[in-house]
């Protein structure tokens, strides 16, 4: 008997899609926990607290595709100055600060890596909040986009996480069912957003806890509890 028709006789969920966050499940989250922001800040001469605060308000605007990050950042660094010039040496520079404080996390891309190669049929979606310039810097280095078979990441469906927008928009690209959907992230509020639509959800508070989680999950067609 087909193993999806006995877990719906079971009463347990049936996963055929991944929604898979990047920013702490596939690297580390780099406004968070890197000094590049405060490096940032020191290059254009602006206080680092209150350049870190408007960075995260302005984010939406660079995740969504609105706007490119780097204008974005040599704005705020203006401070109500006149922007510096964004010429090609000071995008390097940008990159370069930036690329400097990605840290990949190879057991993750392992994790999803075998997933592929043992559940062809399941698809696998990228569903992060990132700049598209900062998202293909960190595929070109270190090739996360080859892990899925679908970018939903947030400059390609023009929406941010949480908005319920965001995943309704994913999962009609993907033409997916939120019901047969497992999301993966490590912030709480995105989850919920994702529960709320029926979603299963998996809670990644630190990527070595991802392969454990996974394969459970999996395996069991168990939902997670989240807080």
């Known amino acids: 008997m087909n193993r999806h028709r006995v877990a719906r006789e079971e009463g347990r969920a049936v996963i055929r899609t991944l929604f898979v966050d990047a920013g702490g499940v596939l690297y580390n989250n780099i406004n968070e926990e890197t000094d590049f922001l405060?490096?940032?800040?020191d290059r254009y001469g602006v206080d680092r607290a209150g350049f870190a605060r408007n960075v995260q308000a302005a984010a939406p605007g660079y995740e969504s595709g609105e706007?490119?990050?780097h204008q974005v950042l040599a704005g705020l660094g203006a401070n109500g100055r006149r922007p510096p010039v964004l010429t090609p040496a000071e995008a390097r520079w940008l990159d370069g600060a930036y690329l400097d404080s990605v840290r990949a996390y190879g057991e993750s891309f392992r994790v999803l890596r075998e997933l592929r190669a043992e559940r062809p049929e399941m698809e696998l979606v990228l569903t992060n909040n990132e700049a598209e310039q900062w998202d293909r810097l960190k595929d070109e280095a270190h090739g996360h986009f080859a892990l899925f078979d679908t970018v939903c990441s947030s400059w390609r469906t023009g929406r941010v996480k949480p908005a319920l927008s965001f995943f309704t928009e994913a999962l009609r690209r993907c033409r997916a069912t939120a019901a047969e959907t497992l999301l993966i992230d490590d912030r709480v509020p995105v989850l919920r957003v994702g529960a709320g639509l029926g979603?299963?959800?998996?809670?990644?508070?630190?990527?070595?806890?991802?392969?454990?989680?996974?394969?459970?999950?999996l395996r069991d067609y168990a939902l997670p509890y989240v807080r």
């Open 38 to 41: 405060d490096r940032v800040a």
């Open 67 to 69: 706007r490119h990050v």
């Open 199 to 217: 979603m299963l959800t998996l809670h990644v508070p630190a990527p070595e806890v991802l392969g454990d989680r996974l394969a459970r999950t």
